[in-house]
T-cell receptor
Framework: GESVGLHLPTLSVQEGDNSIINCAYS??????FIWYKQESGKGPQFIID?????DKRQGQRVTVLLNKTVKHLSLQIAATQPGDSAVYFC???????????FGGGTRLMVKP | DAGVIQSPRHEVTEMGQEVTLRCKPI?????LFWYRQTMMRGLELLIY????????DSGMPEDRFSAKMPNASFSTLKIQPSEPRDSAVYFC?????????????FGPGTRLTVL
């Protein structure tokens, strides 16, 4: 497949539990953030985004929290399913508004 | 929409050979990005285009790497000559520059192995 075996932090959860994936970003001036999911053999796929004028945004089973004070993002997945197993990346948009800088990623493993 | 299309999906070549990776962005998108993903460095931006014009190539590792976008529906990333350390997965992504929408759509990637 096209995903690489990155030496990533791994979060292992039981099916049905909630998952929380954390990310620290570097640029205090960043005003747009995205969470991506990368499944084995595929490219990263958009999950949810948030702008800096918000501290929380909800999607279907996912919630992103933004704490600008400590430059921290989190992705919460409710009722985690085996299909959620993937590598999750946070990304921040640069000041010019065109380039994304990706974090190192977290591998989520869901145990049935 | 078929999404971002990349070819080939897998490429195995020998050191010193020229490698050309191809990308067709989503129709109507005016930004195109080339990324490289490795175990050591994660996902790195190599270069991006806006309206077919290269805007920032500061991520291109060496002069052996070059990228072109002759029209709105096609881009290439070329490595000449290739080296084993170029082995990685190369992703192409595209986005629309419409205000407030910055989501990048990624292709499936090309896994390059240089022997």
């Amino acid at each position: 497949g096209e995903s690489v075996g990155l030496h990533l932090p791994t979060l292992s959860v039981q099916e049905g539990d909630n998952s929380i994936i954390n990310c620290a970003y570097s640029n205090s001036a960043s005003d747009y953030f995205i969470w991506y999911k990368q499944e084995s053999g595929k490219g990263p796929q958009f999950i949810i985004d948030i702008r800096s004028n918000m501290d929380k945004r909800q999607g279907q089973r996912v919630t992103v929290l933004l704490n600008k004070t400590v430059k921290h993002l989190s992705l919460q997945i409710a009722a985690t399913q085996p299909g959620d197993s993937a590598v999750y990346f946070c990304a921040e948009l640069n000041n010019a508004g065109n380039m994304l800088t990706f974090g190192g990623g977290t591998r989520l493993m869901v145990k049935p | 929409d078929a999404g971002v299309i990349q070819s080939p999906r897998h490429e195995v070549t020998e050191m010193g050979q020229e490698v050309t990776l191809r990308c067709k962005p989503i129709s109507g998108h005016d930004y195109l990005f080339w990324y490289r993903q490795t175990m050591m460095r994660g996902l790195e931006l190599l270069i991006y285009f806006n309206n077919n014009v290269p805007i920032d190539d500061s991520g291109m590792p060496e002069d052996r790497f070059s990228a072109k976008m002759p029209n709105a529906s096609f881009s290439t990333l070329k490595i000449q000559p290739s080296e084993p350390r170029d082995s990685a997965v190369y992703f192409c992504a595209s986005s629309s520059g419409l205000a407030g929408r910055n989501e990048q759509f990624f292709g499936p990637g090309t896994r390059l192995t240089v022997l």
